[in-house]
């Protein structure tokens, strides 16, 4: 004859099967915890370089500006904190923090040249008359018949 295991036996197992449910679950709970903590803790990292990357360079970019605006006439009357902020919103969308970073000062300085006289030229141009800017576009028109 087949014994049959007795309730208290039954409910005992069961009683057991669910504390190792618990278990596993309370494990799990806790790796997952532990994983989103160190994600979070990786991302905060990750955040502060990038803020000291952003530091560097707005550095960078505004002693390059300060040198262009004290020795370059045609720059002078350019707002300094404006362009710096320009400039940082116009690099950091054609460029990455890494490659801005690793962007040698010769470059950097090359195209915030560039930018600058575009700024520094449409300063001037808003301040024409309608004759001078007529005058101004046949220049234009001239050199580009030319060239």
Known sequence: MV?????????A????????????????????????????????????????IQARLVHRVA?????FI?????LEDLNRDEMVAYLMKLLSQNFSSSELEMMSDENLTQKIRQVLGVQAMAGML???????M?????????????Y
């Open 70 to 74: 004290k020795n370059e006439s045609l």
């Open 13 to 52: 197992s069961a009683d057991l099967a669910v504390r190792e449910k618990i278990v596993i679950i309370t494990k799990k709970t806790h790796y997952t915890s532990l994983k989103e903590e160190k994600m979070s803790q990786l991302s905060i990292q990750s955040d502060l370089v990038e803020n000291k």
């Open 134 to 146: 007529a005058e101004f576009d046949a220049v234009i028109a001239s050199f580009r018949q030319k």
């Open 63 to 67: 002693s390059i500006i300060d040198y």
């Open 3 to 11: 014994s049959l295991p007795s309730s208290d036996s039954i409910g």
């Open 126 to 132: 808003k301040d024409l008359t309608a004759e001078q």
